[in-house]
């Protein structure tokens, strides 16, 4: 496998970047056509489809370019990036990758790629553009696989393919997704070891087909001779199982009489037993029925005595009753003709303290003017005092006895 290279091409006219995007050589991937710019203006200008198209308006970038016909088309328009909207293959062999056991081994690998939107394609021919993008592949991807290879032994190298091809696609998807190019797929399309080497392995191989056939030949001896020692055992299962017939046949035929005799016993036996079951069940029923006559003439004389002791016991606790409902009754009376005689007595006790009540405020009072008065003099021996205002007033009516106030005294 050669190795494929990404790059662009300058070109007249935009229609020219179709014949342009296909002329590339063997493995050149014409990714980005740039048109030429006209030096004055277009009258008739040609757009043509199926490409990103990107243009620039004095210098500075304007988006997309819808194709078709452009009249009169001024130079300072001018179709800046043509990229191509088709899936790229690209080959990206490896050569010469150690395993972990330093065996070295070729790698071919094969990926597709593309510029899926217009925006994608601003991002690509702005940021990356197909030389760098043809050299960020290379190294990527031999990158990826170089470290692949190295993690395991060349016994296992043909075994991981599949799991070569999705490490290294997840490598590249993140690297070069932001810069507008968009991973398809992923295969290793060839492994190759060394020469020495995958001739030691054909020789293995063959010789585990030699041990494949060798085994498969001892296997088909072994399953005849189990089918010849199956016949054998066949055949004398069927003579054993015809003496045995004969056998059980012979022991049936001696059991059958023995049984007979046998039979005729037990049954001689079962009949003696019978009868003796039956004369015990009637001697039982008799005794049973002669049992219940007496339980019940016992069970009316005792119900008879049972209820004329309770009749007596009735009576002799309602003369009982009779006589404390009696004796609670006049109990209740004298403590009712107590309860009034307390009632009086509470009564004229009453109106004695009532009265007592008056006396006790007028010797209250009594009192009362008896400290007014002797606050007063106290006051009086002392000097002279003036008190005015609300709070002297106030002070004043506290201190003067009732009989003063009446006649406005201070």
């Keep these: 496998?050669?190795?494929?290279?990404?790059?662009?091409?300058?070109?007249?006219?935009?229609?020219?970047?179709?014949?342009?995007?296909?002329?590339?050589?063997?493995?050149?991937?014409?990714?980005?056509?740039?048109?030429?710019?006209?030096?004055?203006?277009?009258?008739?200008?040609?757009?043509?489809?199926?490409?990103?198209?990107?243009?620039?308006?004095?210098?500075?970038?304007?988006?997309?370019?819808?194709?078709?016909?452009?009249?009169?088309?001024?130079?300072?328009?001018?179709?800046?990036?043509?990229?191509?909207?088709?899936?790229?293959?690209?080959?990206?062999?490896?050569?010469?990758?150690?395993?972990?056991?330093?065996?070295?081994?070729?790698?071919?690998?094969?990926?597709?790629?593309?510029?899926?939107?217009?925006e994608d394609a601003h991002t690509f021919v702005y940021e990356m553009g197909a030389v760098r993008l043809d050299k960020f592949i290379g190294a990527q991807s031999e990158e990826a696989i170089r470290g692949l290879v190295y993690s395991?032994?060349?016994?296992?190298?043909?075994?991981?393919?599949?799991?070569?091809?999705?490490?290294?696609?997840?490598?590249?998807?993140?690297?070069?997704g932001p810069y507008g190019v968009k991973i398809g797929t992923v295969k290793i399309t060839d492994v190759k070891l060394p020469r020495v080497l995958m001739e030691k392995f054909e020789n293995t191989t063959s010789f585990k087909t030699k041990i494949q056939e060798q085994r498969k030949k001892h296997e088909n001896t072994i399953r005849v001779l189990k089918d010849h020692a199956q016949q054998d055992l066949q055949e004398l299962i069927k003579t054993n199982g015809r003496l045995k017939q004969d056998l059980d046949k012979q022991i049936e035929r001696f059991n059958t009489a023995e049984k007979v005799e046998h039979l005729l016993d037990e049954k001689?036996?079962?009949?003696?037993?019978?009868?003796?079951?039956?004369?015990?069940?009637?001697?039982?029923?008799k005794k049973a029925q002669g049992d219940l006559v007496e339980a019940k003439l016992t069970a009316t004389r005792t119900g008879e005595?049972?209820?004329?002791?309770?009749?007596?016991?009735c009576a002799e606790k309602m003369i009982e009753a009779a006589n404390y409902a009696d004796v609670t009754v006049l109990d209740s009376q004298g403590n009712l003709f107590q309860s009034e005689k307390a009632a009086a007595t509470d009564i004229v006790n009453a109106e004695a303290e009532a009265i007592k009540s008056k006396e006790l405020v007028e010797k209250r009072e009594f009192d009362l003017a008896k400290e007014q008065m002797g606050f007063l003099s106290d006051?009086?021996?002392?000097?002279?005092?003036?008190?005015?205002?609300?709070?002297?007033?106030?002070?004043?009516?506290?201190?003067?006895?009732?009989?003063?106030?009446?006649?406005?005294?201070?």
Aim: net charge positive; with cysteine; proline share 4%.
């Design 1 to 118: 496998m050669q190795h494929s290279y990404c790059t662009q091409k300058r070109i007249g006219y935009p229609t020219e970047a179709a014949r342009a995007f296909n002329s590339g050589a063997a493995m050149e991937i014409v990714l980005v056509c740039i048109p030429r710019a006209a030096k004055m203006f277009h009258f008739f200008y040609t757009v043509p489809d199926g490409f990103w198209i990107l243009h620039n308006v004095w210098g500075s970038s304007a988006g997309e370019l819808s194709a078709g016909l452009k009249m009169f088309f001024p130079a300072y328009k001018n179709i800046s990036y043509m990229v191509t909207k088709q899936t790229v293959t690209y080959n990206a062999p490896t050569r010469q990758c150690p395993t972990a056991d330093n065996i070295m081994v070729d790698i071919d690998l094969s990926l597709t790629f593309s510029i899926p939107t217009i």
């Design 152 to 176: 395991v032994t060349h016994d296992h190298v043909h075994d991981l393919r599949e799991e070569f091809a999705t490490d290294v696609l997840d490598t590249l998807r993140a690297k070069c």
């Design 268 to 285: 001689g036996k079962a009949t003696v037993k019978i009868l003796t079951a039956t004369n015990k069940r009637e001697v039982s029923v």
């Design 305 to 313: 005595e049972l209820r004329k002791l309770t009749g007596i016991d």
């Design 379 to 410: 006051i009086g021996s002392s000097g002279r005092k003036f008190i005015t205002g609300e709070h002297g007033k106030r002070i004043m009516a506290e201190c003067v006895p009732k009989p003063f106030k009446k006649m406005g005294g201070r």
